[in-house]
């Protein structure tokens, strides 16, 4: 039932957000010009996808991270964090706020590349640097939400988040799946950066 239910909530999504599209896009090219949408490596299912999103930083902010180095909040795992991004651009930080730059991740998820729901998509580089117990997670099929994400991901140690994953990996079940949307529904509209 999975991959059924998948398309049919990335169709709702990217229907709901087709609408603000135009202008979201020209937000973007007024305020820094440049393309509309980033293609991000992400690990999912055992190999590298580009995992689309509308653009919320400057050109070029992936190779300024290492001059960054020494702002990362993140110092529990191989997780890159900083909480006042100097790459975000001003319609980066609105699309953030609101989650907005996300819903192009629903393509992805028509392509088969993700899932509604699965561990978080992270970084090939970071999880090169798991613990061995944790390398596992490079086998499952990420999602646009997960466990780890309702459960406050970016407030969690690292640790805490892949046993998350983990966890979603050994018990996924569509009730699990639809507790997990519930939950991502709720804080999207009551607290959206809490997700």
Partial sequence: MKRPFDIAGALFCLLCI??????????IIIESGGPVFVKLPRVS????VKVHKFRSMVQGAHEMKPSLAHLNERNDGPLFKIKNDPRLTKVGKFLRKFRL?????FWNVLKGDLSLVGPRPHEP??????PPEFRRIYLAKTGVTGLSQVMGASKLPFKKEIEYDLFYMDNQSTLLDLKVLGKTFWVFFTDPTGV
């Fill in 18 to 27: 087709a609408p603000f599209t135009p202008f979201i896009a020209l937000a």
């Fill in 125 to 130: 580089e970071e999880m090169l640097a798991y």
């Fill in 45 to 48: 299912k055992g190999s590298i």
């Fill in 101 to 105: 730059d996300e819903f192009p991740q």
